[in-house]
């Protein structure tokens, strides 16, 4: 990442990542550090400005120095924990508040202040119950709650602000006003993030290896297609790419990697690995032992690859390209985490233990990068608006579409429904309005009726999801003429399938996939 960037320092907000996403969009490049990392840093290299988040944390127990950052002359952004740091620094009064603001919120902008598009009273999200009671000197209001509780403060010569509220969120009408006014009227900040330089960056990046021969594992998923290709500009014929065939897949994703053969200049090659995949899966119910199983056995399907193009190609690979994105990095960084070690929920799979199996280092270009951001880049790159906005498609593939035991009738009846619901969704034009859809086989039988006749067949329920990252997810609305019309092609067209259900869990408490 650039030095020239805007740290956000990571207090432990829920909200940190938004933040870099609103400076992003509004055009600015933004990195989150941790304080440690960033007052580290801080003594070789001076960041355009400093967003001080928010977080769980009370200035009254945190004997932090902010010294370094609050005396150095750059703009500084103070959001909600943020803004009562730089509020107790400057000298004035922070108080433990007697009740708290929560959750939605009125402020309106005062001292004759005047910022785009904010006019009279605005409604922004909330989220604490210390305040600023007394302003610092050299600071004067300029934004106060409907409870008359300090909302907003800017020193009257620097460009330092500070606020209360949270303007990342979309809650916070205006928010992304008043970040601009930030940006442009505070800081002075000039644009530099457009897809033209994050592109340039990503490209710098793969440059640092260049004469290596690298390898990638390839899933045709928009990262890593977005990785791999960006990654070939450089590295020509050095970018080996390999896509596993498990016997786990729908017939749209063998079709969309042939198109990719034909359309790219990646080195795409198929490894035909069915028998190996299914064979290990037989008779195995549990879907934690599914995925398991599937997540080594690629692991050793790619171990092999390796050693055969090594002992008979004479070929060495010495890095794993991966489409690796910032959300998984900031995951890894945080120091704030309530609970420390998350609880496994799935064992999510990935080539992940390959690296030190084979010794193989890591070239993730994408590292810094939102879904949005790669998406933004891929189109820069002239990559098809279907390729780049392709659905989400778990590694395990649909070994955890078909619950419990997998056989070859199961597989087929996933495959084909998935088909039908892929075909209508583009028909009906309604495939960018999800996330991600797809279809599950129950391991239950229920009655029906069939041409007159009893059947006792399958179940297969419809999943679609709305989400940003695959970490919280909504019930996608649509048509009922369009829930009718799959229903009836899958009851009518799949042997074996008698009844159609639509999943309308969230995420949480349900996961996105069912196993
Ligand atoms: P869950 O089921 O955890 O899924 O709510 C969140 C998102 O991740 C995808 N997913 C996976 N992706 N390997 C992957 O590459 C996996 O093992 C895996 N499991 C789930 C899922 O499709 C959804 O988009």
Redesign the pocket.
Known sequence: MKTTSVWIIDFGSQYTQLITRRFRELGVTSEIITLEEGLARFKTAKPRALVLSGGPQSVFEDKTDYSPFLTADIPILGICYGMQIMGQFFGGKVEKGVIGEYGLAKIHLCNGFKINGVVGDTDVWMSHSDHVSVLPKDFTLIFESSNKLVAGIKHTSKPIMGLQFHPEVAHSVKGKEILEYFIKDVAKLESDWTSQSVLEDCLEQVRQVKGSKVLCAF?G?VDSLVAAVLAQKILGDDLYCFFVDHGLLRPQDLHHIEVLKEKTNLHIEILDVKNEFLSRLEGVKDPEQK?KII?TTFIEVFEKKLNEYQDQKGIHFEYLLQGTLYPDVIESLSPHKVGGKSVT??????VGGLPERMKLKLLEPLRFLFKDDVRMMGTEMGLDHDWVYRH?????GIG?RVLGELSADSIRKVQESDQILFEELKAHNLYDSTW?A?TVLLPVKTVGVKGDGRVYEEVIALRMVN?QD??T?SVTELPWSFLNRVSSRICNEIKGVTRVVYDITS?PPG???WE
């Not at 929920?345 to 990935?350: C, E, V």
């Open positions: 899933s998923g995925r997540g929920i799935k064992s999510h799979h990935n989400p498609f778990p590694g395990p955890v991600q797809f989400s695959g970490m997810a995420k996961t996105i996939e």
